[in-house]
Antibody, heavy 122, light 106 residues
Framework: QVQLVESGGGVGQPGRSLRLSCAASGFTFSRYAIHWVRQAPGKGLEWVAVISYDGENTYYADSVKGRFTISRDNSKNTLYLQMNSLRPEDTALYYC???????????????WGQGTLVTVSS | DIQMTQSPSSLSASVGDRVTITCRASQDISNYLAWFQQKPGKAPKSLIYAASSLQSEVPSRFSGSGSGTDFSLTISSLQPEDFATYYCQQYNDYPLTFGGGTKVEI
């Protein structure tokens, strides 16, 4: 069955960096775009970034553009989110989510991980 | 960016009730709309895509409708496991955007 397992969350100081990972299994990882979506405590969902199946194309939310970098290693079935210049407003539960259509970035999520919590605080 | 507005933000209902949640887009998104269910402490679960197509293994009491700017999610007969927060999401264009959520309470 499809599994997405996030890791790497924790407490980061403002201005510092964290790197999140999302380990995938149960499907052909290299065929699907993968997204990061976050949820601040007690708040709604916010899309963060997407990377194409081959890593060639990426899109970002304006709130993280220039600070966060999404990448993937298809040989390891793993997605990453490098988070630099952290801000308190980046505090959230970060989910990775699989796009449903192979070879596209259509933006339809069919499977989600359980999330990893990032807290930005001094 | 496309703004998604859900209403109501919360509602109270009883088991067996018919419940409808609405979602409005700030511009025409055709049928590029999805719905999600989220229970406390859990990841979102995908329910519907293309405005009205059910994801696999989603009960048939859930249905979606609409196109253009106005959409709705209907639960025909509310079950105890349906008490949750529901979100709409447009995928007509990047950045992808979500509605603010509707909490369905007992």
């Amino acid at each position: 069955q499809v599994q997405l397992v996030e890791s790497g969350g924790g407490v980061g100081q403002p201005g510092r960096s964290l790197r999140l990972s999302c380990a995938a299994s149960g499907f052909t990882f290299s065929r699907y775009a993968i997204h990061w979506v976050r949820q601040a405590p007690g708040k709604g969902l916010e899309w963060v970034a997407v990377i194409s199946y081959d890593g060639e194309n990426t899109y970002y939310a304006d709130s993280v553009k220039g600070r966060f970098t999404i990448s993937r290693d298809n040989s390891k079935n793993t997605l990453y989110l490098q988070m630099n210049s952290l801000r308190p407003e980046d505090t959230a539960l970060y989910y990775c989510a699989k796009d449903s259509r192979p070879g596209t970035m259509v933006g339809i999520f069919d499977y989600w991980g359980q999330g990893t919590l990032v807290t930005v605080s001094s | 960016d496309i703004q998604m507005t859900q209403s109501p933000s919360s509602l109270s209902a009883s088991v067996g009730d018919r419940v409808t949640i609405t979602c409005r887009a700030s511009q025409d998104i055709s049928n590029y709309l999805a719905w999600f269910q989220q229970k406390p402490g859990k990841a979102p679960k995908s329910l519907i895509y293309a405005a009205s197509s059910l994801q696999s293994e989603v009960p048939s009491r859930f249905s979606g409708s609409g196109s253009g700017t106005d959409f709705s999610l209907t639960i025909s007969s509310l079950q105890p496991e349906d008490f949750a927060t529901y979100y709409c999401q447009q995928y007509n264009d990047y950045p992808l955007t979500f509605g603010g959520g509707t909490k369905v309470e007992i």
